[in-house]
């Protein structure tokens, strides 16, 4: 199998990889059985590179990412990989104590939903100045000034007087931008930013995109944006991988895959997508079906329940992941479909 993270020509203005990640897998044991939530996952991260990590709810997007930082609950949940190398170390063989020295200091992660992710019994100030004095040893006057400094630049107004509010006197959209305060309170290399603007209106959501590609020119931050939504990653980022039941089903950079995907489930996404060129009355056309029980053990390819183009040889086998050019894989058989030749 050809994988993105062992054999990508990489674009000449990215650098050499952050974050190289080869074979993840990640399983939670149940009563009904094991489900592999993350099959056999490679990719890599570039500095100063967006990486979209796209696909419907339950793909395994955030699951993935949990993994990478060792948040994953045990003993139900069980991560294996070849390697998770990150500035020169294997973060699948640390520990739990070595991995708190990077997680918040070396990488930075946005969690879902910031209405529970913050601590409702702590000032905002506190919580923003609690990883630099952790990780950067910095006292708690100057931590207080710099998590002032950061509020002021994720764009919440009179931060020195909102250091001391608690997240309930926040908005959703401004809670959003203290947790992406707090992911770079300690200049990460690599951002995690697990669905950054669920739930926000598209103004504040596209504020909270400009936020974070001025930021990773700034700095230099990798950074892994992980959402449903296509139209979102078209906004930020240079490659995208569309994952599916737990895989890897396409990579590619963001333009060549709007304009002629490889793989039915990626053009099915894009097909939910609304355009401004679609006539008013058009309907929209939607995936059929759901996504597989994990829990099952399947043969075949896994869209193929819910594929238009599925033939014999797809619900007998399952596709590997191949390359379909420069910088290009996709988890198919091959189908001619209309306006891509898989």
Request: hydrophobic share 40%; glycine share 10%; net charge neutral.
């Amino acid at each position: 199998m050809t994988e993105p993270a062992t054999s990508e020509p990489r674009p000449p203005e990215v650098g050499p990889p952050v974050l190289e990640v080869v074979d993840l897998c990640t399983e939670f044991v149940r009563r009904d059985g094991v489900v592999r939530a993350v099959d056999h996952v490679s990719f890599s991260i570039g500095r100063g590179e967006t990486l979209g990590l796209v696909g419907e709810s339950g793909s395994g997007k955030s699951v993935t990412a949990l993994s990478i930082v060792g948040l994953v609950a045990k003993p139900a949940g069980r991560v294996t990989a070849d390697r998770i190398m990150f500035d020169g170390r294997d973060l699948a063989r640390l520990g739990t104590r070595d991995l708190n020295t990077v997680r918040g200091r070396s990488i930075g992660f946005i969690f879902q939903n910031p209405m529970t992710s913050l601590n409702p019994t702590l000032p905002i100030g506190f919580q923003i100045a609690e990883p630099m004095r952790t990780h950067l040893g910095v006292t708690r006057a100057e931590a207080r000034r710099r998590a002032a400094d950061l509020l002021g630049r994720v764009g919440i107004p009179h931060v020195r007087s909102r250091l001391d509010d608690f997240p309930h006197q926040f908005s959703g959209g401004m809670r959003q931008r203290v947790m992406i305060a707090i992911a770079l309170a300690c200049e990460p290399r690599l951002l995690i930013a697990d669905e950054p603007t669920t739930a926000l209106d598209v103004t504040v959501q596209a504020q909270i995109l400009d936020l974070l590609r001025t930021l990773s020119a700034e700095i230099g931050t990798a950074v892994l944006l992980i959402t449903h939504d296509l139209g979102v990653a078209a906004g930020i980022c240079e490659r995208v991988n569309v994952m599916y039941a737990g895989q890897l089903v396409e990579s590619a950079p963001i333009v060549e895959l709007f304009a002629k995907p490889q793989m039915p489930y990626t053009q099915g996404l894009l097909s939910c997508l609304p355009r401004i060129d679609d006539d008013v009355d058009s309907p929209f056309s939607p995936i059929k079906g759901q996504p597989p029980n994990l829990a099952l053990r399947r043969t075949g390819c896994g869209f193929a329940p819910r594929c238009d183009h599925a033939r014999e040889v797809c619900l007998r086998g399952e596709p590997a992941l191949t390359t379909r050019g420069p910088g290009r894989w996709a988890r198919c058989f091959g189908t001619d479909v209309e306006g891509w030749v898989a």
